[in-house]
């Protein structure tokens, strides 16, 4: 019990230092957009920036931020696995498709978390590939993104949906539930954006969201900032609750 409440006063530590590593990158961010402007390297101040010309970048971050984390759970769950080679490898994928839970030893009941595993490690692998800008601004590969993320997202709900079984060597990883939160938001935070970028609806958003350069800059920058912070905020956090 000391333990865990040790362990939450640290995650509440990294949290707030995660918070102010981002404000003062805000800051930064602002200046040197500043800067930039008054040397004439961003163009006209009052220049319009569209959407779709800085929408992929914020996609791009999403994509790779969760990929990040969800290879940062891989490897949490590896850690926790045995030995036994067979048994192991069975074990591991189970435990990655049900999330913060980890089964030690493979058995006939956890046998359901087994596609949601494989589906996990399929998505990462695309979402490794999907942070890249450029994909995104192709509108076919932008549909395929919007799928990948709609997948993503079903295969974080189904373990909160599905009962665990109660079998002997069942764990919840701790250090596991922080990053699996935030995986869950980049995941959400990535569709809203692909979603804008596909359908350009709701409209009267999607034109709104065509700002000035200063503006496209500073908050491209602030989003981008915002996933890396708190995507190696979650490796200390997951970590402080050991």
């Not at 067979?86 to 058995?107: M, N, P, R, V």
């Not at 250090?175 to 995941?187: I, K, S």
Request: hydrophobic share 60%; glycine share 8%; aromatic share 6%.
């Amino acid at each position: 019990m000391l333990a865990r409440t040790i362990g939450t006063v640290h995650l509440h530590i990294v949290l707030m230092l995660a918070a102010t590593a981002l404000v003062w990158l805000f800051v930064g961010i602002v200046v040197a957009v500043t800067l930039l402007l008054r040397r004439g390297r961003l163009g006209s101040p009052d220049r319009q920036v569209p959407f779709r010309s800085y929408g992929p970048v914020l996609a791009a971050a999403c994509s790779g931020g969760a990929a990040a984390v969800h290879l940062e759970v891989v490897g949490e769950h590896a850690l926790q696995t045995g030995p036994a080679a067979t048994t192991s490898a069975l074990a591991l994928l189970c435990s990655i498709g049900a999330g913060s839970t980890h089964f030690s030893t493979a058995d006939p009941t956890i046998a359901g978390f087994l596609p949601l595993g494989v589906a996990s490690l399929v998505i990462v692998a695309v979402q490794i590939a999907f942070a890249i800008p450029r994909l995104w601004r192709n509108p076919t590969l932008a549909v395929v993104g919007l799928a990948v993320s709609a997948a993503s997202i079903a295969v974080a709900m189904a373990p909160r949906l599905l009962a665990t079984p109660a079998i002997a060597g069942t764990t919840r990883l701790a250090t596991v539930e922080y990053a699996d939160a935030l995986a869950f938001v980049l995941e959400i935070a990535l569709a809203i954006v692909v979603g804008l970028l596909v359908f350009a609806r709701p409209r009267r958003l999607f034109e709104r969201l065509q700002v000035k350069v200063a503006d496209a800059y500073v908050g491209t920058g602030l989003g981008v900032g915002a996933v890396l912070v708190f995507t190696v905020a979650s490796v200390f956090a997951g970590h402080a609750v050991h």
